[in-house]
């Protein structure tokens, strides 16, 4: 069909997924994208004229209404409310760039907020801001990749819809009023997916359908990682290490950052011998502690380097720059052939740094690439997709050869990269109070973009003195926030981190979050399984949760650690209170002392230097490690339920082998835990799955008084999965 100049086509994916396509010739719609999964299935549904100039096309869940004679497209729920309307679009020619700018314009509800974008903190482009917000109503958001920036076009509405863009170019998003204007800088076509669902993770899941499943991360990568700017030998590194297992300080990574390289050149896959004479024997080393080795990688290379003669003489640096070109085939399979030389050696995970790209040419990320051919196409009509196309290489790669789960932490990331393993990180942010109150809402947004691993450099990347008091108490809040986002992760530079290096008052609550983030570990790891198996996010904004509670749409300093924590991190120096808002609905325990409490209100919070705003959803099934490990991969054959009452809950355990891709093909177990509050019962039912197992389970029936820290269960239970086993309270 045609609206005035455009040919327009609606594909139903889903009765909840349609896409709607404008073009001027058929030839601009090749389906070669390098977001949206091939090959999807899409629904038989045809159009229907119900007035001269509407045609309407439906399914059971979404209804679209296309006026040709004024242009408007309307998209409906099934009962008739309208979700969002588009009322002008544009291709503009470029001749400058032989291609297309893109525009469009939407008409919004009164009210309506508007999430997700990728990650932005704002600022001076060192994550650091002075204005602080979670909705971007009144704001433009450039959508751009850069150190600190993360630029993904795919937006959620509180409306319960999200937007998806298939275009990698530079892109702005304004939002004014109840118009929203959408601009592209290059496409021959227009291009997106509208996405609705009766809650907002139905709308991730959706995205996540369009885009590919989160394969879970092996899971050593939950524990905690400890990096600095930088390790300079195999010898101090391997003594950190130790340094953590003689003190009893969990740790599952250690991170290896650049130049270990030496006299072989800039990021020329290679250790220098002065430094680093054994690197294999270092990483078994590392290995038999129990821990982890993570490598840093760039997208460029010292041109002196064997690496850049190589792949320059294929064709594989983008012209202009000493940078890989990862939007080649046959480019991508030469760089992962350098990766493997570090996982051939036993290396865990790899570091992309610097994946906007970096260019060789100092922070200059987009006019570097902006006009050169990259095989597939100009720059400036991809150059967006660029961390995509870098995690694919490595991903894939590693998975033509090995059963071993991938993990990749990258400063950049777009549309569909959490397919590939992809942990991003926010940059290279400044150690202070402004910028760790900037991260909270940007890693929400980033998190409600449908990439669900996201961390920063704890503390920030360019931090203070450890030794004094001032940073020391920035560091600690930090930490304690890192301690509920999806990876605990501490990096920096100037000073090193380590949780010794800090005055004892401020070490001693260091260890007990880095202790408290391994007794969450079961509950992080089911969440884990929970992203993979059912489109989760694990860190989210409370208008995931809340939709219903307006006070909860421009909160960007709370959030829900999954669905039962709610975290609320002191963001200020010096202060011993804070106000929380308790969302309605709903009974809220604190999570230090127990007490419970109304939703539906803000309550002023007393806090320490040792605690943060913390609160558990009533009817939680919140399930913790009952032992203390020094690494994630620790048996954990001994658990800790907190039932929280007050209502009906229901949770489900997860755990496999936690290093394969045997969970792909049903080697885990799966226990279901439910707790009747009518009944004041709790069912542990029948393991599902083919992994066998044994657990002690101690169980504690939450009151005042028996906060987190309370270590004596009502009951213990010895169970197997091959029966059911119901407590009653007493």
């Known amino acids: 069909m045609r609206i005035g100049n455009f040919n327009v086509e609606i594909e139903f994916i889903a009765d909840n997924i349609l896409r709607v396509l404008y073009y001027y010739g058929r030839e601009a719609v090749i389906d070669n994208s390098l977001v949206v999964l091939p090959n999807l299935e899409k629904l038989s549904i045809k159009g229907e004229s119900t007035s001269p100039s509407i045609i309407s096309l439906s399914s059971k869940s979404l209804s679209v209404d296309i006026n040709t004679s004024n242009g408007e497209l309307i998209i409906k729920d099934n009962k008739g409310g309208i979700v969002v309307k588009e009322k002008r679009r544009d291709l503009k020619f470029n001749e400058e760039l032989s291609t297309y700018n893109v525009e469009q314009e939407f008409g919004l509800s009164e009210g309506e907020r508007l999430y997700g974008l990728g990650q932005h903190a704002g600022g001076n482009g060192l994550g650091q801001s002075s204005a602080y917000k979670l909705d971007y109503n009144g704001l433009s958001i450039m959508l751009s990749q850069r150190n600190t920036d993360i630029g993904i076009p795919f937006m959620i509405s509180s409306k319960g819809y999200g937007i998806l863009w298939d275009n990698y170019s530079l892109g702005s998003i304004s939002l ?31 995205y996540r359908k369009l885009t590919g499943d989160t394969p879970l991360l092996p899971k050593w990568a939950y524990g905690y990682w400890q990096s600095k700017e930088r390790y300079k030998s195999q010898d101090e590194l391997v003594s950190v290490v130790k340094e953590f297992r003689e003190r009893k300080i969990p740790l599952d990574v250690i991170v290896l950052d650049w130049r270990y390289w030496g006299k072989y050149g800039w990021n020329a896959f290679k250790f220098d011998e002065i430094d680093f004479p054994r690197p294999k024997d270092m990483v078994e080393e590392i290995h038999k502690m129990g821990a982890k080795l993570a490598i840093s990688i760039w997208p460029t290379f010292g041109k002196e380097t064997e690496v850049f003669k190589n792949m320059e003489s ?19 399979e030469l760089f992962w052939s350098y990766v493997k030389r570090f996982y051939d050696i036993g290396i865990d995970a790899y570091w992309l740094d610097a994946s906007e790209p970096e260019t060789g040419l100092g922070l200059v990320f987009f006019s570097p690439i902006h006009d050169v051919d990259l095989g597939i196409g100009k720059g400036y009509e991809h150059l967006n997709a660029y961390p995509l196309m870098e995690t694919k290489a490595v991903y894939e790669g590693q998975r033509r050869i090995s059963d071993k789960r991938v993990a990749i932490l990258t400063r950049s990331a777009f549309a569909g990269q959490q397919r590939y393993s992809a942990i991003s990180w926010s940059g290279d942010v400044l150690g202070d109070w402004a910028t760790l109150r900037s991260q909270i809402p940007a890693g929400l947004n980033f998190s409600i973009s449908g990439i669900p691993y996201w961390t920063t450099d704890t503390g920030g990347f360019f931090s203070g003195n450890p030794e004094t008091k001032a940073y020391a108490e920035i560091f600690v809040r930090w930490f304690q926030w890192s301690t509920f986002c999806p990876i605990l992760r501490v990096h920096g530079t100037i000073f090193p981190k380590e949780p010794w290096r800090f005055p004892k008052e401020y070490q001693d609550v260091i260890l007990k979050y880095i202790r408290l983030r391994y007794e969450l570990l079961p509950y992080i790891y089911s969440l884990a399984w929970m992203t993979y198996s059912n489109g989760y996010t694990i860190m989210r904004p409370l208008v995931m949760d809340f939709r219903n509670d307006k006070n909860v749409y421009d909160l960007d300093e709370q959030y829900m650690f999954g669905p039962y924590i709610m975290v609320s991190p002191v963001t200020l120096p010096s202060i011993r209170e804070k106000d929380v808002y308790l969302p309605s609905d709903e009974y809220w325990y604190d999570f230090w002392t127990d007490e419970k409490l109304e939703g539906g209100r803000t309550t002023d919070v007393k806090v320490s230097l040792g605690t943060i705003p913390l609160f558990v959803r009533g009817g939680a099934v919140l399930p913790l490690l009952g032992k203390d490990v020094s690494n994630a991969m620790e048996d954990w054959d001994v658990l800790h339920l907190r039932i929280y009452p007050g209502k009906d809950g229901y949770f489900e355990i997860y755990d496999d082998d936690g290093v394969t891709y045997d969970y792909e093909r049903g080697k885990y177990f799966i226990v279901p835990i439910r707790w009747d509050d009518n009944k004041q019962e709790l069912t542990i039912g029948k393991k599902r799955g083919d992994l066998e197992m044994r657990k002690r389970i101690m169980i504690t029936w939450v009151e005042k008084g028996k906060g987190i820290e309370y270590s004596k269960p009502d009951v213990e239970v010895e169970y197997d999965g091959k029966e059911s086993i119901t407590v009653k309270r007493h």
């Not at 509208?194 to 709308?203: E, L, N, P, R």
């Not at 294929?314 to 991508?332: D, L, S, Y």
């Open 314 to 332: 294929k064709g594989c640096i983008i012209p202009g720059t000493t940078a890989v070109n990862p939007f080649k085939e046959g480019c991508r």
């Open 176 to 206: 004014k009023g109840n118009e929203l204007r959408v601009w592209f800088e290059a496409g021959k076509k227009i291009d997106y997916y509208v996405i609705f669902g009766d809650f907002i993770d139905d709308v991730i899941k959706g």
